[in-house]
């Protein structure tokens, strides 16, 4: 391993975990209201990197009311951590594309 591959190897360690910390806390406090939130992407696929974003499946139909809970709820654990986010409305997508994001976190478990 060269010293460029060290330098990212030692930074993504603390990085994601960090992340898997926080979506942890936001699925956690999601439930505590009634929202479904379910991690896709990178960190559900196990491929995060030191320059990966956080994306986060919010499932099932929401009133705007409980969209912005999700959303309130997302933005307090990660505001600050300059950790990117996507915050994904299920009830904004075509059945197959859910399907598609939905297949790598399946596969996660």
């Known amino acids: 391993m ?5 330098l990212i190897a030692e930074r993504l360690e603390p990085r994601l975990a960090l992340a898997q910390r926080l979506v942890a806390a936001i699925v956690q406090e999601a439930a505590g209201a009634g929202i479904v ?7 559900a696929r196990g491929d995060f ?3 990966s974003d956080i994306d986060l499946l919010v499932r ?28 994904i409305f299920e ?4 059945a197959d594309r859910v399907d598609e ?8 478990c």
Do not use: C, F, K, V
């Open 2 to 6: 060269n010293r460029m591959q060290s």
């Open 37 to 43: 939130i379910t991690p896709i992407g990178s960190l």
């Open 49 to 51: 990197r030191i320059h």
């Open 60 to 87: 099932g139909p929401l009133s705007p009311a409980r969209r912005l809970r999700a959303e309130q709820i997302a933005a307090s654990h990660l505001r600050g951590t300059h950790l990117p986010y996507d915050l």
């Open 91 to 94: 009830a904004d997508l075509e």
């Open 101 to 108: 994001l939905l297949h790598d976190a399946l596969h996660a």
